[in-house]
Nanobody
Framework: QVQLVESGGGSVQSGGSLRLSCAYSGYTYSNGRMAWFRQAPGNEREGVAGIDNGFTTLYADSVKGRFTISQDNAKKTLYLQMNSLKPEDTATYHC???????????????????WGQGTQVTVSS
C-alpha cells in the first residue's frame, strides 16, 4: 500500500515560518514527481510547489521566494519550508505523488495518483 502522511501544520502570525513534512511508505513515484497542493474553504485546489526527480522544482507565482520544496529519499520524506507566511497562505495542504510528465504540468492535480490526508496551516494577520 502506498501511503502519504502530512504533518507540521499549525497556526502562525504573518511573517512566520512552518515546515511541512510528507512521509511516504510503500512504492511511490517519489523518484519521479511529487508536489504540494493547498485548498482553502470554498476554493479550488491550487498547486503550490512540485519537484521532479528529487531535484527540479516549480513554484506557484504566489509562493516564489518564500517556499522551498525538497525531498529526502533516505528519510522517505517530502518537505515544504514556508517562510514569510501571509494570511493568504491559510489552507489545508496536501502532498501527492504521480508520474513524470511535462515540466509545465508539474502543478497540475490531474497528474497525481496518490494523495495525503492534509495538514492545516493558518496564518493570522
Amino acid at each position: 500500500q502506498v501511503q502519504l502522511v502530512e504533518s507540521g501544520g499549525g497556526s502562525v502570525q504573518s511573517g512566520g515560518s512552518l515546515r511541512l513534512s510528507c512521509a511516504y511508505s510503500g512504492y511511490t513515484y517519489s523518484n519521479g514527481r511529487m508536489a504540494w497542493f493547498r485548498q482553502a474553504p470554498g476554493n479550488e485546489r491550487e498547486g503550490v510547489a512540485g519537484i521532479d526527480n528529487g531535484f527540479t522544482t516549480l513554484y506557484a507565482d504566489s509562493v516564489k521566494g518564500r517556499f522551498t520544496i525538497s525531498q529526502d529519499n533516505a528519510k522517505k520524506t517530502l518537505y515544504l519550508q514556508m517562510n514569510s507566511l501571509k494570511p493568504e497562505d491559510t489552507a489545508t495542504y496536501h502532498c501527492a505523488t504521480g508520474h513524470l510528465g511535462l515540466f509545465s504540468q508539474l502543478l497540475l492535480p490531474s497528474l497525481y495518483r496518490v494523495w495525503g490526508q492534509g495538514t492545516q496551516v493558518t496564518v493570522s494577520s
